[in-house]
C-alpha cells in the first residue's frame, strides 16, 4: 500500500488515460484503488484535502455509469461540499450524475398528466439519505448559471426529473416539490412542446406532442400548492396558467380548474366551488373526483345526491386500495338513510384493507375494530369488496347493446330513457360479450360532447346482465 499521494498520482495518470470515454477500463481500476486501499486505509479530513482525487474518483463512477455510486462517494462518503467556489466543470458534471441517477428510478422521458388513480408500489430507496440528497441537489441548483444556457437547461432537467423520482412514492413530498420548483422561473422556460414518436405498444411509431417545461411547471406548482394547504396561492397561480397557455396537454386545463375548486372549497366559498367541480366532472369521470363532488353534498346535506355519485366513484373504474376514504363516505351516507348494517360493512371494508396492508387506523375506525379484533382473520378484504360491489350494481340501470364499433372500441346502448354512448374502457368484462342485443346493466353521467357543444348522459361503468 502507497501513501495517499503516490495513489493520487496514481490515479491521476489512470484517468488521463482514460480521458473521460465512457466505460473505460482506466475506471474500474480507480474505483478498486479507492475501495481497496483509499477508503478504509484514510481518515476522511485527508482526501478531503485532495480535490483533484476525489474529482478523479468521481469521474470513474460516472463514467461507467455508476451514478449513485459517484453521489454517494460525494455526499456520504467524503461528504465533499458543493459551494459557489465548487469548480463549475464539477458542479454540472456532479449535476448531470445526480440527473442520470434520478432517472434510473423512474420510466419514460415525457411528462404526463399527474393526477391518477394508480397505486404506485413505492420507488427503492436511495442510498443516500433523502433530505441530503435534495440539500445537495438545493446546492447545485443555486450554483447553476441561468444565464448561461446549458447550465439553465441542466436545472430543469434536475427540478423535473426528481419530482418525477418523487412521484414514484405513495406519498410524495410535494413541500420539497414546492421549494425545488422555485428555483425556476417559468417566464424563461420552454413554451413548446417537443414531439416524439410513440416507441413501444398498439400506437408505435405515432408522433405525440409533449407539454413544454413552462406547462409542467404550472401544473405541478399548482398541485404541490394544494398539497401544501396553500389554497390562495392555488388558485392564483391556477388562473394565470389558464390565462396564459393557450394550448394545454394531458386535459391540464381541466386539473387547474379541479384545483382552484377543491381550493375553494377549502377556503369556504361552497358554491362557487361546487359549480367548478361540476364542470369538471362533466369533462374527466375519474373515480376521486366523483368521490369530492359526494363529499361536498353530503357536507350540503344533498344526501340521495351524494349516494349516487358515491356509488359511482366505487364503481368507475380505477384503484380500489386507494378509495379508503370513499368508504367511509359511503359508510356516513348509509348511517344517515338509516341503513346501520351496510355502513358497518364499508366501514369493515377499510379496516381490513388498512390491517392487511399494516396501515394506522384513524378514529373512526377504533369501535369497529374493538367489535371486530378477535375475529378479524373471518374476513378478508377481498371477499368483502366483492359482497359490496355486488351492492353498488343494484343501482345500475337496464339496457341492451345497440351498436358496437369494435375498431373504435365505442358502441351505444338501449335504455328505458333512450340511447346512451360508451366507451370500451368503461365496460367490466369480456369483449367478446360485447354484442348487438346483449342485456346490460350501467351507470351514467352528465358529460360534454365536445362535437355537438352541449350536454349529454353518458355511460360511465358497465357490465353484461
Known amino acids: 500500500m502507497g501513501n495517499l499521494t503516490e495513489l493520487s498520482q496514481k490515479i491521476a495518470r489512470l484517468s488521463k488515460d482514460a480521458?473521460?470515454?465512457?466505460?473505460?477500463?482506466?475506471?474500474?481500476?480507480?474505483?478498486?484503488?479507492?475501495?481497496?486501499?483509499?477508503?478504509?486505509?484514510?481518515?476522511?479530513?485527508?482526501?478531503?484535502?485532495?480535490?483533484?482525487?476525489?474529482?478523479?474518483?468521481?469521474?470513474?463512477?460516472?463514467?461507467?455509469?455508476?451514478y449513485e455510486d459517484g453521489a454517494s462517494f460525494i455526499i456520504t462518503g467524503v461528504n465533499y461540499k458543493i459551494t459557489p467556489n465548487t469548480d463549475k466543470y464539477f458542479v454540472n458534471s456532479f449535476g448531470?450524475?445526480?440527473?442520470?441517477?434520478?432517472k434510473q428510478y423512474t420510466k419514460g422521458d415525457e411528462e404526463t398528466n399527474i393526477e391518477s388513480s394508480v397505486l404506485q408500489m413505492g420507488h427503492s430507496n436511495l442510498k443516500i439519505e433523502k433530505n441530503l440528497f435534495v440539500e445537495y441537489l438545493s446546492d447545485v441548483l443555486k450554483i447553476l448559471d441561468v444565464e448561461n444556457s446549458k447550465d439553465a437547461n441542466l436545472r430543469v432537467r434536475l427540478v423535473f426529473q426528481y419530482i418525477k423520482f418523487e412521484k414514484t412514492n405513495n406519498s410524495p413530498d410535494w413541500g420539497v416539490i414546492n421549494e425545488l420548483l422555485n428555483f425556476l422561473d417559468p417566464e424563461k422556460l420552454d413554451k413548446t412542446g417537443q414531439v416524439i414518436a410513440i416507441k413501444n405498444g398498439p400506437k408505435a411509431g405515432k408522433q405525440i406532442e409533449l407539454a413544454p417545461d413552462v406547462e409542467n411547471w404550472y401544473s405541478y406548482k399548482t398541485k404541490s400548492l394544494l398539497e401544501i394547504e396553500s389554497y390562495v396561492e392555488c388558485i392564483n397561480?391556477?388562473?394565470?396558467?389558464?390565462?396564459?397557455?393557450?394550448?394545454?396537454?394531458?386535459?391540464?386545463?381541466?386539473?387547474?380548474?379541479?384545483?382552484?375548486?377543491?381550493?375553494?372549497?377549502?377556503?369556504?366559498?361552497?358554491?362557487?366551488?361546487?359549480?367548478?367541480?361540476?364542470?369538471?366532472?362533466l369533462r374527466k369521470?375519474?373515480?376521486?373526483?366523483?368521490?369530492?363532488?359526494?363529499?361536498?353534498?353530503?357536507?350540503?346535506?344533498?344526501?340521495?345526491?351524494?349516494?349516487?355519485?358515491?356509488?359511482?366513484?366505487?364503481?368507475?373504474?380505477?384503484?380500489i386500495l386507494l378509495r379508503l376514504d370513499l368508504f367511509k363516505i359511503l359508510?356516513?351516507?348509509?348511517?344517515?338513510?338509516?341503513?346501520n348494517e351496510l355502513a358497518e360493512k364499508h366501514n369493515l371494508l377499510e379496516l381490513l384493507f388498512r390491517t392487511e396492508k399494516g396501515w394506522k387506523l384513524p378514529d373512526h375506525l377504533m369501535q369497529i375494530n374493538e367489535k371486530y379484533k378477535d375475529k378479524i382473520t373471518e374476513f378478508?378484504?377481498?371477499?368483502?369488496?366483492?359482497?359490496?360491489?355486488?351492492?353498488?350494481?343494484?343501482?345500475?340501470?337496464e339496457g341492451k347493446v345497440k351498436k358496437v364499433m369494435v375498431d373504435k372500441r365505442i358502441g351505444w346502448i338501449k335504455g328505458e330513457s333512450g340511447?346512451?354512448?360508451?366507451?370500451?374502457?368503461?365496460?367490466?368484462?369480456?369483449?367478446a360479450k360485447l354484442v348487438e342485443g346483449n342485456k346490460v346493466r350501467f351507470s351514467t353521467s352528465k358529460s360534454l360532447n365536445k362535437m355537438k357543444n352541449n350536454i349529454e348522459d353518458d355511460i360511465i361503468y358497465m357490465i353484461i346482465g
Open 419 to 431: 340511447e346512451y354512448f360508451f366507451r370500451f374502457s368503461v365496460y367490466e368484462g369480456a369483449i
Open 237 to 281: 397561480v391556477s388562473e394565470k396558467a389558464i390565462h396564459e397557455i393557450s394550448k394545454f396537454h394531458y386535459d391540464n386545463e381541466v386539473w387547474l380548474k379541479r384545483r382552484i375548486a377543491l381550493s375553494k372549497l377549502k377556503l369556504g366559498e361552497t358554491e362557487e366551488g361546487l359549480k367548478l367541480l361540476e364542470e369538471v366532472l
Open 285 to 319: 369521470k375519474e373515480w376521486f373526483i366523483f368521490k369530492e363532488y359526494a363529499a361536498e353534498l353530503l357536507k350540503l346535506n344533498r344526501i340521495d345526491e351524494a349516494f349516487k355519485h358515491a356509488i359511482d366513484a366505487a364503481l368507475v373504474k380505477g384503484e
Open 331 to 339: 359508510a356516513d351516507i348509509l348511517r344517515l338513510k338509516g341503513d
Open 19 to 66: 480521458k473521460n470515454q465512457e466505460n473505460h477500463p482506466n475506471f474500474k481500476l480507480i474505483i478498486d484503488l479507492y475501495e481497496n486501499e483509499i477508503r478504509n486505509q484514510f481518515i476522511r479530513d485527508e482526501i478531503l484535502n485532495n480535490e483533484i482525487l476525489i474529482k478523479n474518483i468521481f469521474n470513474a463512477f460516472k463514467g461507467i455509469g455508476k
Open 380 to 397: 378478508t378484504s377481498k371477499s368483502i369488496a366483492e359482497e359490496l360491489k355486488e351492492y353498488w350494481r343494484k343501482f345500475l340501470k
Open 96 to 102: 448531470w450524475n445526480m440527473f442520470f441517477l434520478l
